[in-house]
């Protein structure tokens, strides 16, 4: 399994973003895709998560970031995305998204054996 995550930039503060992350390979129909981020000194923090089988799909959020962030997905082009709203200068991070196997939410990043790249969100005040 592949992972692409995309959508960084370098917004202001009370912007909107949307990130996306596409899975390649042999991803089936049953998986967990979740984004992590991690600023600079900091350990890695869990933002959102998707679970995914053929007819539901399950979210959970950090508590930091409830009520300004939505994950979705496209079953269709094998797409997690992240819309995040009223950014802060406290979102700068680098964001990853990571995927399981499985349709099991869990905000643990050592559950996770498949990571992507990462994409750099910097908010300025």
């Known amino acids: 399994v592949q992972l692409q995550a995309s959508g960084g930039g370098l917004v202001q503060a009370g912007d909107s973003l949307r990130l996306s992350c596409v899975a390649s390979?042999?991803?089936?129909?049953?998986?967990?895709i979740t984004w992590f981020r991690q600023a600079p000194g900091k350990g890695r923090e869990f933002v959102a998560a998707?679970?995914?089988?053929?007819?539901?799909?399950?979210?959970r959020y950090g508590d930091s970031v409830k009520g300004r962030f939505t994950i979705s997905r496209d079953n269709a082009r094998n797409t997690v995305f992240l819309q995040m709203n009223s950014l802060k200068p406290e979102d700068t991070a680098v964001y990853y998204c990571?995927?399981?196997?499985?349709?099991?939410?869990?905000?643990?990043?050592?559950?996770?054996?498949?990571w992507g790249q990462g994409t750099l969100v910097t908010v300025s005040s």
């Open positions: 990571a995927a399981r196997l499985v349709n099991l939410l869990s905000s643990r990043d050592q559950d996770y054996r498949y």
């Open positions: 390979g042999r991803t089936g129909s049953t998986y967990t």
């Open positions: 998707v679970s995914v089988s053929r007819i539901s799909a399950n979210t």
